[in-house]
Structure formats: C-alpha cells, structure tokens
C-alpha cells in the first residue's frame, strides 16, 4: 500500500482559488448543440443549466500536464501521488439563473482531504466547495467530491459483479460517440486522455475503451429532471458508482419519489453508474 503523508495533504484545507468568464453566446451555441438543445442565446437570456462546469476551466501550459493529460499534481489541489483522479459525486444548490453575456465567477474552496482503504488500495478524498456568481449575483453554491486511486492489482480478487440496473419511468437512452465525449472535452478544456485518446485508454490505463466523463452525465442528468418537471431543481445531488464506457449505449432514468425525483444512469444491461436525487 502507498504511503500517503496526510498531514502535509491537508495543508491544502483552506486553499482558495478565484476564475472568471463570460458567458458567450457562442459558448452557449456549442453548449446546446452538444446536449441536443434548442433555446434563445441572446444577450439577456436564461443560459442552459450546468454551463458552468464550462466556464473558466483550468489551463495549465501544454509542457506542465501530467502523461495523462490533466494538469500536474500540485498548485491549487493538494499533489496526491496517487495516479487515477475521477469525479466521485457531489451536490449542486441552484439559486438563480446565469444569463448570457454576464462574468461567471467562481470562488473555490478545499474544505476536507481524507484517505480511506479501498478493495484495491489507498483512496484518497479532496472535497471543494464552489461558490457560483453572475454579475456578483450568487446564483449556485456546488459540492465537488474527487478521489485519487492507484491502478487495479492485477492480483485483486475480482469483485461479484452488481444487479444490472433497472428502467426508470422516464428513459432516454444515449449512444456515447466520439464526437460527443470529444465535445465534451472541449467545452469543459479537460485534456484527460481517457476520454478522447482510445489507444492510451485500452493500453495504459487498462480500460476496455473511452470512459463517459461524470460531468457529462450529471448535466445530462440535472436536464432529464428540468425536462421532467419542466423548471431546474432546487438541489441536485449525485454519486458515481461504476464507469460508463463507449462500448455499448447507456441510458438516463429518473422515477418519481414524492416530491422528489430519483435518478441514474447505467450502460445497456449494467449497473447502476451515476445516481442521484432532484429537489423543488
């Protein structure tokens, strides 16, 4: 097992980082065209929920990314030595609109680092708050929950595989082609290959193919439950539980729960991968 110096990891509680930009009406364009949207990208307008996980994104120099092209370890996120780093879950808290043509910025926060043991070693947990403004406005308050992991044993005991997931009462199903997980990419400037470079992802990281980014499906996610109930939630949280890849198509659910929607995505006759709940 690594050995992982936690308390220096946790001199990074406390970190603040601050990045602005403005929302386009051509980033808006390139937004819903990539989710399959229609809507007004005049100066003014309500932009699409979840477009701020494109505004702003770190850009670190071509000669400063790592092999597997995120950024290297260090600066604003604590440099865990661990080599896998994914998207674990969070929650988001919509209080207002974003409207194109105003300055998004947003205010980030390291509030825990925590190291647990997983089946196949170390897991390490850094979780950041965002705090969203538009035109100063306070418009969403988000959770990001990361964890870095070591590459699979290949002496690990293998794991009973999970139930396939069920259907919920509302179901779309998506085909997670290229040009999609490529867009995505784009929009968000994420240069991590597992999501764009097919050999590297089968050949070095191991994986059976492209991996569908958590991002991208919580988004999807987060407009599945605005489409249902016809207006964005109030709070949005979510858990990634297993890895979507481009080998088959997945799907988004969503069933009612009171007042409440629950929600999930799986790949065809797999496991749950995201879940998630909407609240008005």
């Keep these: 097992m690594m050995d992982l110096d936690l308390d220096h990891l946790r001199g990074w509680i406390g970190s603040k980082e601050i990045k602005s930009e403005a929302v386009t009406p051509a980033l808006v364009e390139r937004f819903n065209t990539t989710f399959g949207r229609t809507g007004d990208t005049a100066p003014g307008a309500p932009a699409p929920v979840m477009i701020h996980l494109c505004l702003a994104p770190p850009a670190a120099p071509i000669d400063q990314l790592g092999p597997d092209g995120h950024p290297a370890r260090g600066g604003f996120l604590p440099p865990v030595p661990l080599p896998r780093r994914m998207w674990a879950g969070g929650s988001f808290s919509?209080?207002?609109?974003?409207?194109i043509g105003e300055t998004v910025t947003r205010r980030s926060t390291i509030r825990d680092v925590a190291v647990k043991q997983g089946r196949t070693g170390p897991l390490c947990f850094v979780t950041v708050e965002h705090r969203i403004e538009s035109d100063s406005r306070h418009v969403l308050t988000e959770r990001q929950d990361i964890v870095y992991r070591d590459l699979d044993a290949a002496s690990s005991p293998p794991k009973a595989p999970p139930p396939p997931a069920p259907e919920g009462t509302h179901r779309i199903t998506v085909e997670p082609t290229a040009p999609l997980l490529f867009r995505y990419s784009a929009l968000t400037?994420?240069?991590?290959?597992?999501?764009?470079?097919?050999?590297?992802?089968?050949?070095?990281?191991?994986?059976?193919?492209?991996?569908?980014?958590?991002p991208l499906q919580a988004s999807q996610l987060v407009h599945l439950a605005e489409k249902t109930r016809g207006?964005?939630?109030?709070?949005?949280?979510?858990?990634?539980?297993?890895?979507?890849?481009?080998?088959?198509?997945?799907?988004?659910n969503a069933t009612a729960d009171g007042e409440a929607l629950n929600l999930w995505t799986a790949q065809a006759d797999g496991p749950v991968a995201m879940q998630a709940r909407a609240s008005w």
Excluded at 240 to 249: E, Q, R, W
């Design 94 to 99: 919509f209080h207002d609109d974003i409207r």
């Design 189 to 214: 400037f994420n240069g991590h290959r597992i999501h764009y470079d097919a050999p590297y992802t089968r050949e070095v990281e191991g994986y059976p193919g492209l991996i569908v980014h958590g």
């Design 231 to 252: 207006h964005v939630p109030k709070t949005f949280d979510f858990r990634s539980l297993s890895t979507i890849f481009d080998t088959a198509d997945y799907s988004l």
